[in-house]
Every structure is written in C-alpha cells, then in structure tokens.
Nanobody
Framework: QVQLVESGGGLVQAGGSLRLSCAAS????????MGWFRQAPGKEREFVAV???????YYADSVKGRVTISRDSAKNTVYLQMNNLKPEDTAVYYC?????????????????WGQGTQVTVSS
C-alpha cells in the first residue's frame, strides 16, 4: 500500500520561504516520477514541479526560478523548496507519485496522492 504524507505548509509573508516534505511508503520514490501540484480555492489542481526517475526536474512557468524539487532516496522523501513566495502561491499543495518513471504534468498519470498541506502567503 502506497502512502504519501505531506508536511511543512503554513502561513508566511510575501517574500518568505517554505520547504514542503513528502514522505513516501510502499514504493520507492527514486523509481517513479514524483510531482507536486497545488489547488487554490475555486481553481483546478495545477502542476508545480516534477522529479523524473533519473533526476531531471521540470517546473511550471509560474514558479520557475523560485521553486526547487529534490529528493532524499535514503529517506524516501521528496521536497519542494519555495522561495520568494507570492500571495498567488496560496493553495493546498499535493505530492503525487506517477504511474511510470517519466516526468509528466498530467494529473491523470499519477496514481497516488497525499492529503495535501496548506500554504498561505500574506501580502
């Protein structure tokens, strides 16, 4: 049974930083693409970043240069470091594990999702 548990969300002022964590159990994070998505109130869940099985990373244009996805294989954990946060980054952030190894931005290609962690950025 695969389980993804996010943590690290919270309230931060604009310009601040947060590091989200996603602890995985049941499947090794290094063998599958691991992604982060977010969902703001009234909006669809959108792609933020993904870590390919071979270490390549991809980011949404809206966060490029401010966000870094990484993983610790020994801890089976994926991280999302977010810097220079903006009010428009306010959302529930979800960690997800893809069906395959290749990076994808498509929600329907992810089999497992965490429960989400709230990030609120005040202006």
């Amino acid at each position: 049974q695969v389980q993804l548990v996010e943590s690290g969300g919270g309230l931060v002022q604009a310009g601040g930083s947060l590091r989200l964590s996603c602890a995985a159990s049941g499947r090794t994070v290094s063998r599958y693409a691991m992604g982060w998505f977010r969902q703001a109130p009234g909006k669809e869940r959108e792609f933020v970043a993904v870590f390919n099985w071979n270490g390549s990373t991809y980011y949404a244009d809206s966060v490029k240069g401010r966000v870094t996805i990484s993983r610790d294989s020994a801890k089976n954990t994926v991280y999302l470091q977010m810097n220079n946060l903006k009010p428009e980054d306010t959302a529930v952030y979800y960690c997800a594990q893809a069906r395959g190894r290749r990076a994808t931005m498509r929600r329907d290609e992810y089999d497992y999702w965490g429960q989400g962690t709230q990030v609120t950025v005040s202006s």
